[in-house]
Each structure stands twice: as C-alpha cells, then as structure tokens.
C-alpha cells in the first residue's frame, strides 16, 4: 500500500455520499480515552511510546524514547470550497477536505456554505502524541477515532473545542488536521518526532466521506 498524497486538486476525487460524523462538545469526559483539554501548553508533556521489541530480547531500558518532540505552526486556511492545512512541525502540506462534492469544489471562490469538512483520510502517530493550541482563540474541531487498525465512519467523532483551550490526542488516536470554523486559524502544534503514520483513505475503503459539522448547533451534550 503506498502512501496517500496530500496535495492535489479537490476535483481528482470522486463524487461519493457523506456519512454524517457527530459533533460533541468537547468536556474533561468527552474526551477521556481520546486524549484531553490543555490549560498550560508551555509545560504540557508529550507522550512518547518506547521503540517495540522486535523478538525475544527487550528493548535496553532508557533507550528508544529519546527522539523527543517538535512543535511549530499549524495553518489552517480555506481557500473558496477547499480547506488547506501546513504544519510546519513536519514539513507538512495537506487539503484536508472540501465543503461540497469535490468534482465541484471551487479554490478561487465559495460557492456555498462551509456548515462541514468532508473528510477524505485519517491516520494515527503510533510514536507519540499530539497537542494542538489555538493561537487565535477561536473554535475548531478535531475528528477523531480511538485506537485500533480496524476504523469505520461509525466509530469516528468530531470534537467542538470554544477555543479558550487546546486539545491533546493520545498516541495511536485516530485523527486528521485541525478544522476552523472560521475562514482560517492558527494552531501551537507539538508531536512526537519520530512522525511515524498510519493512514486511512476513507473515500477508498468504505465509499464515503465524513460529513463533519462546523455548526454549532450541531452539538451533541456528551
């Protein structure tokens, strides 16, 4: 299987239906499972998961975790029915989804409302955690889904964070990149440095995209 590029034009992609993902709001016990809120982002510790034992003979004891972390910017911008992101962290550029059918999405101009993201991937960091801290203070979303290689669209959430505090994902926690609810935002973002990923092409191996709402009367209470 080889890995899925990240930038391309909205319109290479197929028309497929939507499966409406449900937006929590997201709560110490929302979250729990999934990671958790952050308060302090200047001490918040990352976690790192130890090298796995290839055999028989473990792993030196104070060895394979010492890679550490990195943080940077993360850019979330739309641009007319298609929503980028960058995170500098990793070098990393992705179109994270569209607002509407992709053979109709539009990058020079907005050609309905952005109520969702349709989502066309997902992956997971088996090497270590995730913060992500909204600079601008702004609301956002997070989809995520708990671990475990075998993802459907039924076991993914999307997360409603105000904006008043940042969000932690655990290692191995299904997610993609940060969506705003306005037309962009900025984001701390600090993760293992390993950036070991698993991806998941959604619209490749279920037929769908995830309809994830950017509207805040979509929340569910948890």
Not at 58 to 72: H, K, L, N, R, Y
Not at 157 to 168: H, I, K
Request: charged share 25%; glycine share 10%.
């Amino acid at each position: 299987m080889t890995a899925p590029e990240y930038i391309f034009e909205a319109n290479s992609k197929p028309s497929l239906p939507w499966h409406e993902v449900p937006l929590i709001r997201a709560t110490e016990t929302s979250v729990k499972g999934y990671g958790c809120l952050v308060d302090t982002p200047d001490t918040f510790e990352i976690e790192i998961v130890r090298w796995p034992q290839q055999g028989w003979r473990p792993i030196d004891e104070g060895t394979g975790d010492e890679a550490g972390w990195v943080e940077g910017t993360f850019k979330c911008d739309w641009q007319g029915d298609v929503l980028y992101g960058e995170n500098e962290a990793v070098k990393g550029h992705y179109v994270l989804g569209w607002s509407t059918d992709p053979q109709k999405a539009q990058t020079g101009r907005q050609t309905g409302p952005r109520d969702q993201v349709l989502l066309w991937h997902m992956n997971y960091h088996p090497d270590g955690g995730q913060m992500f801290w909204p600079l601008d203070k702004k609301p956002f979303i997070v989809p995520a889904a708990l671990p475990g290689d075998n993802l459907t669209p039924e076991k993914v959430v999307a997360f409603w964070c105000d904006g008043s505090r940042g969000l932690y994902i655990h290692p191995g926690v299904w997610h993609e990149g940060i969506f705003p609810v306005e037309d962009n935002q900025r984001f701390l973002d600090r993760q293992g440095a390993v950036h070991a990923r698993v991806s998941a092409d959604i619209g490749k191996e279920f037929g769908v995209y995830l309809s994830c709402p950017l509207r805040a009367d979509k929340i569910r209470e948890f």
